[in-house]
């Protein structure tokens, strides 16, 4: 048991870490266009897209986790699908409504979006790696609505 749950949250902190390089690597070389797209027209596919997104990357890598053993295998493969529904969520609603993400001080992906900040937060379910790696750009934000928890399901999901 304690292999799957350090397996399920390796994948977790790997799926965030993996996120963060690709956004920002989306701001150099790769998918640029299709990524200059996106903060063109300043929205998120919907849930299910974005699940896609994130989760069809995940499978080769969360297939990995089965040659460690079983165990291991179902944790990352548990973790991996975890984060691609949670990344898919703190996208959609960062574009939809950021001030529900409770998690983060600021969203930093929205703030990403509407400051024009292509060089800083690319972080997009957390801002830890902007942080550890010295990307975050701490910017003066004030939440417009207050807090209402079935906001949180208010999203485009398809």
């Known amino acids: 048991m304690a292999e799957c749950l350090v397996a399920f949250l390796l994948a977790l902190l790997v799926g965030t870490l993996v996120e963060y390089w690709a956004h920002r690597m989306m701001h150099g070389w790769l998918l640029r266009k299709k990524h200059a797209e996106h903060h063109k027209e300043?929205?998120?596919?919907?849930?299910?897209?974005?699940?896609?997104d994130y989760f069809l990357?995940?499978?080769?890598?969360g297939a990995a986790g089965f040659l460690y053993s079983?165990?291991?295998?179902?944790?990352?493969?548990a973790g991996a699908t975890f984060y691609a529904a949670?990344?898919?969520?703190?996208?959609q609603l960062?574009?939809?409504?950021?001030?529900?993400?409770?998690?983060?001080?600021?969203?930093?992906?929205?703030?990403?979006?509407?400051n024009h900040m292509w060089k800083t937060n690319f972080g997009i379910s957390i801002d830890l790696w902007d942080r550890?790696?010295?990307?975050?750009?701490?910017v003066e934000w004030q939440r417009e609505q207050p807090?209402?928890?079935?906001?949180?399901f208010r999203i485009k999901w398809i």
Not at 42 to 52: A, S, T
Not at 147 to 152: K, P, T, V
């Open 70 to 77: 079983l165990e291991a295998g179902i944790g990352f493969a």
């Open 86 to 91: 949670f990344a898919a969520y703190a996208h």
């Open 57 to 61: 990357p995940t499978l080769p890598l």
């Open 42 to 52: 300043g929205v998120g596919q919907g849930w299910f897209w974005e699940f896609l």
């Open 132 to 138: 550890v790696f010295g990307t975050y750009r701490r």
């Open 94 to 114: 960062q574009h939809e409504h950021p001030e529900l993400c409770f998690w983060l001080v600021r969203p930093v992906h929205y703030l990403h979006h509407k």
């Open 147 to 152: 807090f209402r928890f079935r906001g949180l």
